[in-house]
Each structure stands twice: as structure tokens, then as C-alpha cells.
């Protein structure tokens, strides 16, 4: 108890100190964090006991000061009437930042920090969203923002438990979507399998499938842009059908149907990129909607092997921010893209 109220007073200062960090002038995307999030003591463990008593599920939800995606998801998403009912019915949620120094007790009732448990959780993007099951194991995780649409879904596959029957992606495959293109979207750059792979390229994989308009996004937004053309040109670049059974032959010499590749590699959600190394080992990947700039950071970030000396791909792209805006030149993680109102 007596740890609950000193942690009590340690969460109301920080309240007090967000709001004030989030308003300065001095940036063009401020945000601020819901009154109507769990007033947490910041013990994992007990928060988990008492949503599982509620009949609820814990969420905890990673973000970082003036990151536009959080402030997407805070002020578009939550601000929806069915998304709202669905987390105050159905979710208890947590907010911590990703480079935060409060004390936390992680889900094991084990003390850390803020920045220390997002390292342990691998939590490389902004925001993520972690749900757990009552026995502390992630039922979900989300990194990155998610639309709406696949916000509720995947509030609906925790909140009604269907991860304990199915995996998400054959709960999203059945549920009713958005009207989208009935194909996969083509650019120049995409090839279809490994032949004529060139020894010592870097390599992604875009998973997409039909009937994804976040797919149609990220092709109208972002690969058609000449901008990321230019880093998906450094790249041998396959484009997967999330399910399909076609066998493809990869670098490492196996061969597997592609919808095995799918599992094997975890994707969760379409479209999916992952980067992978010339010795085609994972280094990162993108599974939201992400802007162009963050998206062509994600690839120099890989082709120029960066990830070799700087771990953290935020830091990366904050620095790669920074110098395109002393040479004057756009940065599309701030603001809208005035060629694609959809980002």
C-alpha cells in the first residue's frame, strides 16, 4: 500500500509535468495524454490483476514526446465514439514513454524504468500498444500507428479473446474490411521472387494482400514517391502475398510456400515490411501506416548500415529529421503530405 501511494504522488507530478512538456510552443505537434487513461501506480503486475479482476485486459501504451503518430492515435482514434467504448469497456490502459526514467514494476512485479522495460519489450516504434492476458503474456502488440479500422479490429480480437482460438491475421481475414482494390498494387522495383538476386544486397519484404486499403496507402503515399524510389532502388525488393501457398526460394537456400514464410516470420498485420541484411538476417520492419520519410529512413537505415552502430532507429531518423530541415528540405513525419491526404 504504501508503495501504491508514493507511486500515487510520483504519477500525479508527472501528470502535471507532461501536459506542460507537451504544450511549449516551441513544437509543432504537441499532445497531450487522456485524464481517462488508468491512474496507475505504474505496477504492471497489479494493474494486470486488477483489469483481470474487471474482466478486463491490461494495455499499455508506449510513447515519446511529440511523436505526430501518437498524437494521431490520441486525437483521431480515441476520440472515435465506438473506439472509446470499446477500451473503457474492455481495457484498463497504461501510459508510459519510451524514453522515460520513472520507476516501473514491469509485469513480474520487478522494478525498472520506463526506457528499460521498452528496451526489454523491443519497442522500436511510436506508438506501440502491448494488451496482455491475465497470466502476463502479450495477447497483441501493435508497432506503430494503426487506422481506425484495424485499431477496432484488433480491440475486438483482445476484448472477445479470440486470441486464444485463432492468430490475428486469420481474425482480420474474416472480418469485414473496408471496400479496397481487389489486387496487389505493382511498382517498377518490386520483384516477384530471389532470381537474379545480387550477392550482397540488402533485401525487404513487403507482405500485402487484397482488399487492404492500407496496402493502397502505402503505394498511392509512399512507394510512388520518386524520394523512397531512390533507397528501394539499393534494395532486391519482393512483394508477397500475405497468403499465398506458391513456394519461393530464399537466400538461405530453403525453399517454403510463402504463406509459411508469413508465419515463420510473425507478420500480424498487412502490409508488412521487413528489411533484412545480405545475410538475410531480420534487422527491422515496418507494419503500420507510416509516412514517406519514415519509410525511406527505415531502408538508408538498413542500407547504409547504420543499425550497425546506432541500435536505436529513433534516434536515427530524429538525426536524419534534423539535417533535412537545416538543408531546407521537407520533413513528412510533421504536418500532412499535401500529394496524399491519407497520411
Not at 191 to 212: H, K, M, R, W
Not at 291 to 311: A, K
Request: glycine share 4%; net charge negative.
Amino acid at each position: 500500500m504504501i508503495r501504491g501511494l508514493v507511486r500515487l504522488l510520483a504519477v500525479l507530478m508527472y501528470t502535471s509535468i507532461a501536459v506542460a512538456e507537451t504544450t511549449t510552443a516551441s513544437h509543432p505537434e504537441p499532445f497531450g495524454i487522456p485524464d481517462w487513461f488508468k491512474n496507475s501506480f505504474l505496477d504492471l503486475s497489479e494493474d494486470n490483476a486488477e483489469a483481470t479482476d474487471e474482466g478486463k485486459h491490461l494495455l499499455v501504451l508506449f510513447t515519446q514526446d511529440f511523436c505526430p503518430y501518437c498524437k494521431a492515435l490520441i486525437e483521431k482514434n480515441l476520440t472515435q465514439k465506438k473506439i472509446r467504448e470499446s477500451l473503457d469497456a474492455n481495457f484498463d490502459i497504461v501510459h508510459l514513454n519510451m524514453w522515460g526514467d520513472r520507476e516501473v514494476f514491469d509485469i513480474h512485479g520487478e522494478s525498472t524504468t520506463e526506457k528499460a522495460i521498452a528496451k526489454a519489450l523491443k519497442v522500436q516504434f511510436t506508438p506501440t500498444l502491448i494488451f496482455f492476458d491475465e497470466s502476463g503474456q502479450p495477447a497483441l502488440r501493435t508497432n506503430g500507428y494503426l487506422s481506425s479500422t484495424e485499431m477496432l479490429a484488433s480491440l475486438e480480437y483482445v476484448s472477445t479473446r479470440e486470441y486464444q482460438k485463432r492468430s490475428i491475421l486469420e481474425f482480420l481475414r474474416d472480418s469485414p474490411r473496408v471496400s479496397a482494390r481487389e489486387s496487389l498494387g505493382s511498382q517498377p522495383f518490386f520483384q516477384q521472387s530471389f532470381d537474379g538476386y545480387q550477392v550482397g544486397s540488402p533485401i525487404a519484404l513487403v507482405f500485402e494482400q487484397t482488399d487492404c486499403i492500407d496496402c493502397d496507402t502505402l503505394h498511392e503515399c509512399v512507394f510512388a514517391k520518386d524520394s523512397f524510389r531512390e533507397q528501394a532502388e539499393l534494395f532486391h525488393t519482393v512483394q508477397l502475398d500475405l497468403w499465398s501457398t506458391k513456394t519461393i526460394a530464399l537466400p538461405d537456400g530453403r525453399s517454403i510456400p510463402v504463406n509459411r514464410l508469413a508465419q515463420e516470420l510473425k507478420i500480424s498485420y498487412t502490409p508488412t515490411v521487413v528489411l533484412f541484411n545480405p545475410d538475410f538476417s531480420e534487422v527491422i520492419r515496418a507494419e503500420a501506416q507510416l509516412r514517406s520519410f519514415h519509410v525511406e529512413s527505415l531502408f538508408e537505415y538498413v542500407s547504409g548500415g547504420v543499425y550497425v552502430t546506432e541500435p536505436q532507429f529513433q534516434r536515427f531518423i530524429d538525426t536524419r529529421a534534423d539535417k533535412f530541415r537545416e538543408q531546407g528540405k521537407p520533413v513528412s513525419i510533421l504536418g500532412t503530405d499535401e500529394n496524399c491526404k491519407a497520411l
